[in-house]
């Protein structure tokens, strides 16, 4: 699909076909555009995240312009996915998310907590995001996961020859995947709207 097409799809459908058709759906622009059987490849990349990092496979899911050529966030007005895109990735696991919530909440109540409220509003939205230079503050949890992620990526990239930097969110739940991403492609619509 040309930019042209999806911005008549942002026009004509709403935000939850949009929502279900090209975040959540089987399509990845990213495999479809590099190997035969991208439906295949798709199913074993997220077989490998869910064996490495413990999540059943269908809490795992690609979004972003590596799953659908453009960006959807309001921000990046439709860039296409180019050599500086990053591929980002969506976790839905309750467990995951009170662990590392909780251990937000047990270091800032001994020292200051960086992006606070960043963090906080985050966690209000029912995610939370994790960089691989965010500081741990000597906190078990957070170390082990950090740990564990790093090397995680470093396979994941070499197994799928994936040349583009990881990110990802945990969501505690499919609800809040949702709520964030129908507000996303809400202000994306508008936008639009108010360029054409």
Not at 50 to 73: D, E, Q
Not at 132 to 141: E, L, R, W
Not at 144 to 152: A, C
């Amino acid at each position: 699909m040309n930019r042209d097409k999806l911005i008549q799809v942002l026009n004509t459908k709403s935000e939850l076909d949009i929502y279900y058709e090209y975040l959540l759906g089987q399509e990845v622009w990213y495999f479809k555009n590099n190997g035969d059987d991208f439906s295949s490849d798709y199913d074993a990349f997220k077989k490998f995240i869910s064996r490495k990092l413990n999540i059943p496979f269908n809490n795992i899911t690609i979004v972003g312009s590596a799953k659908t050529r453009y960006s959807f966030s309001p921000t990046k007005n439709l860039s296409e996915f180019h050599d500086n895109s990053d591929f980002d990735l969506i976790i839905v696991s309750r467990k995951l998310f009170y662990e590392i919530w909780s251990a937000y909440r047990e270091v800032s109540k001994g020292q200051y907590l960086e992006n606070y409220t960043q963090k906080c509003g985050n966690i209000f939205g029912g995610f939370i995001s994790i960089r691989d230079d965010d500081k741990t503050y000597g906190n078990q949890i957070l170390e082990n996961w950090q740990k564990k992620v790093l090397s995680f990526k470093a396979e994941l990239q070499l197994t799928f020859n994936i040349q583009h930097d990881i990110n990802y969110r945990i969501y505690s739940d499919w609800e809040s995947v949702e709520e964030y991403h129908l507000k996303g492609i809400t202000k994306l619509k508008n936008i639009i709207n108010e360029i054409n």
